[in-house]
């Protein structure tokens, strides 16, 4: 037991005694705790956007002339290759037969030398003056025809015509345009965002847009682009394709236009009738769906026949009768 005791004192002494010494404590620095908390399995961020058409153009004549008809309003859907506007090809036509005579002439005379030449009886330089001549009224005739070709303007593709710069009678200039189309194939949805969520680009999952008129629905979108740029405010912008548009994603403004054309043909022809009746102010004829400039059919009329009812302010109705049949549409 007195051993026991002594180890122990002797323990203690030795650690009193090392308690004096003088110790330098190095100064603890402060961190500011906080509670850890659970993140959400998905963030979402949103942002205010742009739509904007994928394609758009300012469609303009190759030549300058007097513009003869301008056949499409803002809002008409256009196929590709279809006529936008026409052009005064008078001078034109002129020019062209003027080629086309000088033409024949230089080409009936080549046609001599060369026979001259291959019976040795004239030199090679008339030949080949004859030849070179030849080639020059070839590329000046189909110049001329070109050019009268050009008077026409035509869609360069399916879409919608969303301006109209020019209107009948004016005059214009090679290259000046006279409607501004959009490709309907789909929206182009750009957004701008801060460098902080530019960082976070590989983690981006999902994305969708909304509008205001569509209230509650969403779309979904495809990221097709981010700058590697950021601009003069420091944003970076994101492009996306908008896939898919739904059923009731349309432009009404064309099937307004419709409307108005055929009710405007309608009355045209039965201002010029002597006798007027009910039925007659309610019927729609193949007369009424065609475009009077060329006589082109205006919509898809059905094959069995249909009725329209149409309600009136005194609760009446009365029927809009469409033809038993029609043509294809064009337009």
């Given amino acids: 037991m007195k051993f026991a005791h002594f180890s122990l004192f002797s323990v203690l002494v030795i650690f009193s005694a090392c308690g004096q010494k003088e110790v330098t404590v190095s100064e603890v620095p402060l961190v500011r705790l906080t509670q850890v908390k659970q993140v959400a399995a998905s963030e979402h961020t949103s942002y205010p956007a742009q739509t904007r058409a994928i394609n758009t153009s300012n469609v303009a004549f190759r030549v300058s002339g007097t513009l003869a008809n301008?056949?499409?309003?803002?809002?008409?859907?256009?196929?590709?290759?279809?006529?936008?506007?026409?052009?005064?090809?008078?001078?034109?036509?002129?020019?062209?037969?003027?080629?086309?005579?000088?033409?024949?002439?230089?080409?009936?005379?080549?046609?001599?030398?060369?026979?001259?030449?291959?019976?040795?009886?004239?030199?090679?330089?008339?030949?080949?003056?004859?030849?070179?001549?030849?080639?020059?009224?070839?590329?000046?005739?189909?110049?001329?025809?070109?050019?009268?070709?050009?008077?026409?303007?035509?869609?360069?593709?399916?879409?919608?015509?969303?301006?109209?710069?020019?209107?009948?009678?004016?005059?214009?200039?090679?290259?000046?345009?006279?409607?501004?189309?959009?490709?309907?194939?789909?929206?182009?949805?750009?957004?701008?965002?801060?460098?902080?969520?530019?960082?976070?680009?590989?983690?981006?999952?999902?994305?969708?847009?909304?509008?205001?008129?569509?209230?509650?629905?969403?779309?979904?979108?495809?990221?097709?682009?981010?700058?590697?740029?950021?601009?003069?405010?420091?944003?970076?912008?994101?492009?996306?394709?908008?896939?898919?548009?739904?059923?009731?994603?349309a432009n009404a403004r064309a099937v307004r236009n419709l409307f108005e054309k055929v009710i405007t043909n309608q009355a045209a022809r039965v201002a010029n009738l002597e006798e007027v009746n009910d039925e007659i102010l309610t019927t729609i004829t193949l007369e009424d769906l065609t475009d009077e400039y060329d006589e082109k059919p205006l919509i898809l009329l059905p094959e069995e026949p249909m009725e329209i009812e149409e309600e009136q302010p005194q609760k009446k109705k009365r029927k809009l009768k469409l033809p038993e049949s029609g043509p294809v549409i064009r337009r």
């Fill in 70 to 249: 301008v056949k499409v309003k803002e809002g008409d859907y256009v196929r590709e290759g279809q006529v936008i506007a026409v052009m005064d090809d008078r001078d034109y036509q002129v020019q062209l037969s003027a080629t086309e005579a000088e033409y024949a002439q230089i080409k009936a005379d080549c046609e001599r030398v060369i026979a001259l030449y291959n019976d040795g009886s004239t030199t090679a330089q008339n030949y080949d003056k004859a030849r070179y001549g030849l080639e020059q009224i070839t590329a000046k005739y189909q110049h001329a025809k070109d050019q009268l070709a050009d008077c026409q303007l035509k869609a360069p593709f399916n879409g919608y015509v969303q301006k109209v710069l020019h209107e009948d009678h004016e005059t214009v200039s090679a290259g000046m345009p006279i409607a501004s189309l959009f490709c309907s194939n789909g929206l182009e949805v750009v957004i701008n965002i801060p460098a902080s969520e530019y960082m976070r680009e590989e983690s981006f999952d999902y994305f969708t847009v909304m509008f205001d008129v569509l209230p509650g629905k969403q779309f979904p979108l495809r990221l097709t682009s981010i700058s590697q740029r950021a601009n003069a405010n420091q944003l970076y912008e994101v492009r996306f394709l908008l896939e898919n548009k739904g059923e009731n994603f």
